[in-house]
């Protein structure tokens, strides 16, 4: 007989949505529009001038110094991926474990979960008010590790900014706090930050480079260390490096379609509400909406079958009956809510 996997694999097949061929894609909350051609053209002189025979930069000095000085921190703190996924793994590799535990309020993104399980750490169930959002007193203060998502994924919701004062209080624990939709949240309020904060960030929403695999983590030097301390050599290519630096020397026009995304986004929430379904405020690139008495999994296949792909969020845990929209281009937007509207009938 063969050796049978020593990890729970079921995790992994029920977060991952169906990459089906459709017409409009507006399931896993990319930005609608590619990058534009002046970046390529740049990215093609860099790979050029590259040298692929050796190894890359082990430490991603350039890219590391250079998003050191986007969030104005040293070098040092910052930790480079291949995509925020797999950061988060590196943290969670790092600081959980056996013996170790993860507070996770849901619904919140499944990855958490999932990683926990892979790492053997200990997943604490969190709980939320009963608006949804999270408070200093429902944070568990025992936990190891501490996940936020803000603003979070699937409800699109921000948390509440008081949160930002807790983890002075809490040094025993690491907040690892999510902010790949940040980009989308409105709110001028000062970042999270703290010792036992760790920030993590992505290229693949308001840069648009979801293809590139390429997100960070902003922490503490000494948090930061330790994850260099047991990441593979080398794990982020030289491809990923020069693409990731070109695209900060290139961000404006990257994240060009951020305003055009939010104004679609409160549209779309808009129109939902006036189809009588219940949408969630979003502080995102997509839009969570409960379907009401019509049946999510039942609408999500008819949109299917009209080459519209969008999320089925029924069952997910605390969710419900519900769809997550992506904002697409417009047109898009456009014809994803006239066929919702024919399939709603
Ligand atoms: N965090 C959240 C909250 C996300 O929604 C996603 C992508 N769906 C990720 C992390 C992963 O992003 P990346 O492409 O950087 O791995």
């Known amino acids: 007989m063969m050796l049978s996997p020593s990890q729970p694999q079921v995790l992994a097949t029920s977060y991952h949505s169906p990459q089906l061929d459709v017409e409009v894609k507006l399931n896993t909350n990319e930005s609608p529009l590619a990058p534009p051609e002046g970046f390529l053209l740049d990215v093609a002189a860099r790979i050029r001038r590259s040298s692929l025979h050796r190894y890359p930069d082990r430490q991603a000095s350039e890219l ?17 991926g291949n995509g925020s996924n797999e950061v988060l793994q590196t943290i969670f590799l790092a600081y959980g474990g056996p013996g170790r535990t993860a507070w996770v309020a849901q619904p919140t993104y499944g990855m958490y979960a999932q990683i926990a399980g892979a790492t053997r750490t200990e997943l604490i169930p969190g709980q939320r008010s009963d608006s949804g959002q999270l408070t200093e007193e429902l944070i568990a203060s025992d936990a190891s590790l501490v996940v936020v998502c803000d603003p979070n994924n699937p409800t699109g919701m921000v948390e509440p900014a008081e949160l930002r004062s807790l983890p002075p209080l809490r040094p025993h624990q690491l907040f690892i706090v999510d902010r790949a939709y940040h980009d989308f949240d409105q709110r001028q309020i000062p970042e999270w930050h703290g010792e036992n904060v760790a920030v993590v960030r992505t290229f693949s929403k308001a840069l648009s480079l979801a293809g590139l695999r390429l997100g960070y983590v902003v922490a503490d030097p000494t948090v930061i260390a330790a994850l260099y301390g047991i990441v593979l050599p080398y794990h982020l290519s030289s491809l990923s490096q020069l693409v990731a630096v070109s695209a900060l020397d290139w961000q404006r026009e990257l994240q060009a379609m951020v305003s055009l995304v939010v104004t679609e986004r409160d549209a779309m929430v808009s129109r939902l509400a006036a189809f009588g379904l219940a949408p969630y405020p979003s502080a995102t690139n997509f839009v969570l909406v409960d379907m009401g008495i019509h049946d999510a999994h039942e609408i999500w296949n008819r949109l299917v079958a009209r080459s519209i792909l969008v999320r089925d969020a029924s069952q997910w845990p605390g969710v419900g009956n519900a769809l997550r929209i992506t904002i697409g281009t417009p047109e898009e937007n456009a014809r994803f809510l006239s066929t919702l509207e024919e399939v709603l009938r």
């Open 64 to 80: 590391r110094q250079r998003l050191g000085e986007f969030h104005g921190v040293d070098p040092e703190a910052i930790f480079v």
